[in-house]
């Protein structure tokens, strides 16, 4: 296996970089929720940090069997989207946006190899720069930088599908643990029928927009990581963000004691301005229907320890999401 991974790194150093390119250092294997990271230092004719990055799911606990499982769609999808988006902000011309440079496809281990982009997520900036007063300008950044996101292609408005979305919240209704969050998500299904007339922005979406997934470089500027592409409405990207901005973990884990949102939800509304979701018909759907996809994953990934946690978890996502819900339904 590290033979594998080794042997298809120098091939893509050399198609990239030149035969004089080599692999001066490897940094340890990082092992985060959703993927393996490995450091690289580029040594010889050409100097650079470079990350390896190999997606995990479900079904391969092991950095070995993701391997073997060889070349993934999902994959590719990824590296193709980073390379949109970076196209893409270089065409915005916008100095405060940058990006996650790719360098190449590995298909053999299925790894995206990649530029380290040196600076931390929007999650960390901001629990550290919270009495910053560049908080706010920080948050106008990701929202122009999602506006450029969904620009790649052809953006256009669409009916609202009302079917579609009553038949995923059914769906993901039947696999709630709580009982009050599956009769919550069939009441926001029902409320969807009211919005049957409306269109909604629809475009490229990141498709996990979360502050972990929002990089801050030191100079200030924003670049998106791990997309998982797709055309969609627009709005849900938004939504997403701004669901996670202001229910932060501690806040969850704390039903809301520690955490409060008067800055993040000033926060929230600088980014959903500046990305401009400002639908009055659609939005209100979108961020319950974000909130009830957090309580969905936040059921699904808590286990061990941090299951504490779930209990008050529960109680403010619930009294949240059941608010959004009355307000919706009349």
Request: net charge negative.
């Amino acid at each position: 296996m590290i033979e594998a991974i080794g042997a298809a790194v120098g091939d893509a150093l050399r198609v990239r970089y030149g035969s004089g390119a080599v692999v001066e250092r490897w940094g340890s294997t990082i092992e985060q929720t959703w993927s393996w990271q490995i450091p690289i230092q580029v040594g010889g004719s050409v100097h650079a940090d470079l990350l390896l990055k190999i997606p995990r799911w479900p079904e391969v606990e092991t950095l070995e069997r993701a391997v073997a499982a060889g070349e993934q769609p999902s994959t590719v999808a990824e590296f193709e989207a980073l390379i949109s988006i970076g196209d893409a902000v270089a065409k915005s011309g916008d100095p405060e946006l940058t990006m996650v440079e790719p360098v190449a496809f590995l298909p053999a281990v299925n790894g995206i190899l990649m530029h380290r982009l040196e600076g931390r997520s929007l999650r960390r900036a901001v629990r550290f720069g919270s009495q910053n007063r560049d908080v706010d300008a920080l948050f106008v950044r990701v929202g122009r930088l999602v506006t450029v996101v969904h620009g790649i292609g052809s953006p256009s408005r669409r009916p609202f599908d009302v079917a579609a979305v009553a038949t995923q919240l059914s769906s993901d209704a039947v696999g709630a643990t709580p009982d009050e969050l599956r009769r919550l998500l069939h009441r926001l299904a029902d409320s969807a029928a009211g919005f049957g007339r409306a269109d909604e922005p629809v475009g490229n979406v990141h498709g996990d927009l979360n502050m972990g997934n929002v990089l801050v470089d030191r100079a200030g500027r924003v670049a998106v990581i791990d997309p998982n592409p797709a055309e969609g409405p627009q709005l849900a990207d938004v939504a997403l963000l701004g669901i996670d901005v202001r229910f932060g973990r501690l806040r969850l884990a704390t039903a809301g004691w520690i955490g409060s949102s008067t800055q993040r939800d000033k926060w929230a509304a600088a980014f959903e301005t500046a990305s401009g979701a400002q639908d009055e018909i659609v939005w209100p759907f979108r961020e319950a229907l974000a909130l009830g996809e957090r309580w969905l994953r936040v059921e699904s990934e808590t286990s061990g320890a941090r299951r504490a946690g779930l209990l008050p978890t529960r109680r403010l996502l619930g009294r949240e999401l059941r608010r959004l819900v009355e307000e919706l339904a009349g």
